[in-house]
T-cell receptor, first 116, second 115 residues
Framework: GAGVSQSPSNKVTEKGKDVELRCDPI?????LYWYRQSLGQGLEFLIY????????KSGLPSDRFSAERTGGSVSTLTIQRTQQEDSAVYLC???FGGGRSYNEQFFGPGTRLTVL | AQKVTQAQTEISVVEKEDVTLDCVYE???????LFWYKQPPSGELVFLIR??????QNEISGRYSWNFQKSTSSFNFTITASQVVDSAVYFC????????????FGKGTKLTVNP
């Protein structure tokens, strides 16, 4: 079956612009996660969605970052007024979740964001 | 707070050597899960193994083996008879039962296996 897909694979933007990153999880997976990978900070958790529950936004670095998940499937991560420090690879993952936290998370290929 | 430490930033070995990647974790939760992921040069994270805190049995899968010791809060990963294809960045990660189902990652160890 298809894995986690993300688009675009690369995004170059100018400082101050807004960007939207998309994630399509594995069909049947109820949990969806966003992480960020940067040279200085390693792999950082951003946000977690589980079914219809309120998302865990504890990892979002500032109020310029937001995410939504429509229909329990596709998710969009939005970064407003991008800054150079937002440059990173944004990774999406999905799993069966729902309390079965022992299930592994399957990762997508990531979106490489470069803010000029 | 949860924390994962991978003290080895980079390791370089010659093919066929055995290599151990260290992982030390911190958590106050009694129930937690430990993971190893591989990130090859292509960039996509690949799941290798998961372990729960109640299962301290070591595991072997082909050339890979994992040593989980709660007494030292360690979950080390050994590759036997390394191959060039093992070259990648390896991440150890922790998920606690009590909180959000997020993974807390170590900084990763970059393994280079030279022919």
């Amino acid at each position: 079956g298809a894995g986690v897909s993300q688009s675009p694979s690369n995004k170059v933007t100018e400082k101050g612009k807004d960007v939207e990153l998309r994630c399509d999880p594995i069909s049947g997976h109820t949990a969806l996660y966003w992480y960020r990978q940067s040279l200085g900070q390693g792999l950082e958790f951003l946000i977690y969605f589980q079914g219809n529950s309120a998302p865990d936004k504890s990892g979002l670095p500032s109020d310029r970052f937001s995410a939504e998940r429509t229909g329990g499937s596709v998710s969009t991560l939005t970064i407003q007024r991008t800054q150079q420090e937002d440059s990173a690879v944004y990774l999406c993952a999905s799993s069966f979740g729902g309390g079965r936290s022992y299930n592994e998370q399957f990762f997508g290929p990531g979106t490489r964001l470069t803010v000029l | 707070a949860q924390k994962v430490t991978q003290a080895q930033t980079e390791i370089s070995v010659v093919e066929k050597e055995d290599v151990t990647l260290d992982c030390v974790y911190e958590t106050r939760d009694t129930t937690y899960y430990l993971f190893w992921y591989k990130q090859p040069p292509s960039g996509e994270l690949v799941f290798l193994i998961r372990r729960n805190s109640f299962d301290e049995q070591n595991e072997i899968s082909g050339r890979y083996s994992w040593n989980f010791q709660k007494s030292t809060s360690s979950f080390n990963f050994t590759i036997t008879a390394s191959q060039v294809v093992d070259s990648a960045v390896y991440f150890c990660a922790l998920m606690a039962q009590g909180g959000s189902e997020k993974l807390v990652f170590g900084k990763g160890t970059k393994l280079t296996v030279n022919p």
